[in-house]
């Protein structure tokens, strides 16, 4: 680790400009590359959430429901559907809180900050709420207390995406009257499919307005697949633009490649030692490339992506960092194992 250091101090001080614009080059390669996956994620929350509405058949409940009367219809609903249920939710207006009946398969990804409910407190209706990110969050903090309809329930996690606080179903308070409910299909419905389920569904809510889902936008699913050309594009030519940077870098510094092959320096440790070298300095400008994306451009993703909310979190930063770093290692290594594969007497004549 020493020696690696050292090598990097050596790089510093003797090649002062070149090390400044490396260090630039790779700031606004990682920060092109993590806003490019930020837009990425957030397209696939967006198509994802488009296809879920692709299936969402919408129950306008009549003023007056409550909730008693409700559990009893749900009930019915659940066995009359069965295993054509992918989600089923409650939703609530005064004040603005929704419960899911059935455990949501993409529930990690609408957490922006803490996490989403245990499969357990889930299940078990524990106190716990996911308060959606704005503006209805105010002070509070993963851990905290909220108050929902005078009860207190544990702040789990901030939601990045949506209007409604979220509880399980079991801690929803029954003194709140549900405004609507949600049906989720398992599979996207044909147009013969969805007005057999709007029947079905108008039988089990007669005084209720039954709404079926939108038909598909085909010029949004291929605007989305667009968008996902481009970030791979990005992605890719961040990586060959910071290789190339590099290989000339390399370059610039045969003398110190003759340097260390005079005094014993393997092949393979000289390889090692640039590899290493590289990794340390992707690092740092990695790191800052993130807090500036986290906390600076973060503020204005949404108006400069048509209102899609900001959704990276730790998880999606470090698979961003290795993915990317592992595919830099990969071209790197091969640059680094033909410079130093060199004889040195070719290497002080080129």
Same mark, same amino acid.
């Given at each position: 680790?020493?020696?690696?250091w ?5 790089f510093?001080?003797h ?7 490396f260090l ?7 920060l092109s ?5 930020s837009?990425?994620?957030a397209s ?15 129950v ?10 409700l ?7 659940q ?7 992918r989600?089923?939710?409650v ?23 803490g996490s ?5 407190a ?12 704005l503006p ?47 049906l989720?299909t398992?599979?996207?419905?044909t147009?013969?499919?969805?007005e057999?389920?709007t ?28 968008e ?12 060959v633009?910071i ?12 003398s110190?490649l ?16 640039y590899?290493?070298?590289?990794v340390?300095?992707?690092? @740092?400008?990695?790191?800052? $490339?993130?807090? !500036? #994306?986290? &906390? ?5 993703f %949404?108006a *400069?992506? =048509? ?5 990276m979190?730790l998880?999606?930063y ?6 990317y770093l592992l595919? @830099?290692?990969?071209?790197? $290594?091969?640059? !680094? #194992?033909? &410079? ?5 007497? %070719?290497? *002080?004549? =080129?």
């Open positions: 680790m020493g020696l690696i050292k090598n990097v101090k050596n510093a001080v090649h002062k400009g070149m090390f400044v614009v630039v080059s790779q700031m606004v390669s990682a590359v993590l806003y490019v996956t837009v990425f994620q696939q929350n967006a198509d994802r959430d488009y296809q879920d509405n692709l299936r969402g058949f919408t306008m409940l009549p003023e007056g429901e409550t909730s008693q009367n559990k009893a219809r749900l009930s019915e609903l066995v009359e559907f069965g295993q054509e249920i989600q089923l939710v939703y609530g207006e005064e004040p603005r809180v929704k419960a899911n009946l059935v455990y949501p398969p993409y529930h990690h990804q609408a957490v922006y900050t989403y409910f245990s499969r357990e889930f299940d078990s209706g524990s106190a716990e709420i996911i308060l959606h990110e209805m969050t105010g002070d509070y903090r993963v851990g905290d207390t909220y108050l929902l309809a005078g009860r207190p329930y544990t702040v789990k996690g901030i939601n990045a995406n949506g209007d409604y606080n979220e509880v399980p179903y079991g801690a929803l308070p029954e003194e709140l009257p549900p405004s609507r409910v949600q989720f398992a599979e996207l419905p147009k013969a499919q969805t057999e389920i029947r079905r569904l108008a039988g089990i809510f007669p005084e209720a307005a039954v709404l079926p889902p939108e038909m598909p936008d085909f010029q949004l699913f291929s605007q989305h697949n667009m996902y050309l481009v970030c791979t594009l990005i992605f890719l030519l961040s990586v633009n290789a190339y940077l590099f290989q000339f870098i390399l370059e610039q510094r045969k110190q003759a340097l260390f092959r005079t005094c014993g320096c393997t092949t393979g440790r000289a390889w090692f030692l590899l290493a070298e590289s340390f300095l992707f690092t @740092l400008p990695f790191l800052c $490339s993130a807090l !500036i #994306l986290h &906390f600076g451009i973060s503020r204005w %949404s *400069l992506n =048509g209102s899609r909310p900001f959704a979190g998880a999606e470090l698979s961003v960092y290795f993915v595919l @830099l290692l990969v071209v790197f $290594s091969v640059f !680094i #194992l033909r &410079f130093v594969k060199r004889p040195i007497i %070719s290497v *002080l004549r =080129g």
